[in-house]
């Protein structure tokens, strides 16, 4: 018996570690990302793609990094021409990160993919992320979409701020 409650103590003691430090790094985490996005952001529109839902032109299971889409995870595939100012997004390296701002919210995300965009958008979400701007995901193309690469590979995609 002693020993339950002392791995239930143990226990809770861990997940009080575990949240002091996510909310410690969630306030330094966005002004960290502020400094280290770079000053040559990007405007346009951003759409969505999912190479697993029937009818759509873009993708495929394999992202240009080399991973497999997943639609639950921050992720994002830029404009092909753009591949440059992103780090060279290819097939094996490691793939890139960018702070995406919009309609009033901010988002790091894994850039892990490239593709023939459609004239006029430099990004495509994955659903999780286009979700977060579009939670019904009725809009279809949100314009006036800032991208600017993150320096380093050390970010945690999801929600800034």
Known sequence: MLFCSSAAVCGALIALAVSVN??????????AVVEAATKTAIVGAASMYNPFKPGREEGGPSTAS?????????????????RKKFGGV????????????????????KINDVGPL?????????ERTMRYFDPSLDIGVIDDVKVSPLSGDYWSPGPVG
């Open 22 to 31: 996510v909310a410690r790094s969630e306030g330094i985490h966005a002004s």
């Open 66 to 82: 080399g991973e497999r889409y997943d639609p639950s995870a921050w992720t994002a595939a830029i404009k092909t021409s753009l």
């Open 90 to 109: 290819q097939f094996g390296a490691r793939p890139k990160y960018a702070l995406v701002e919009a309609a009033g919210k901010k988002v790091i995300v």
């Open 118 to 126: 459609r004239p006029g958008r430099i990004i495509d979400f994955n």
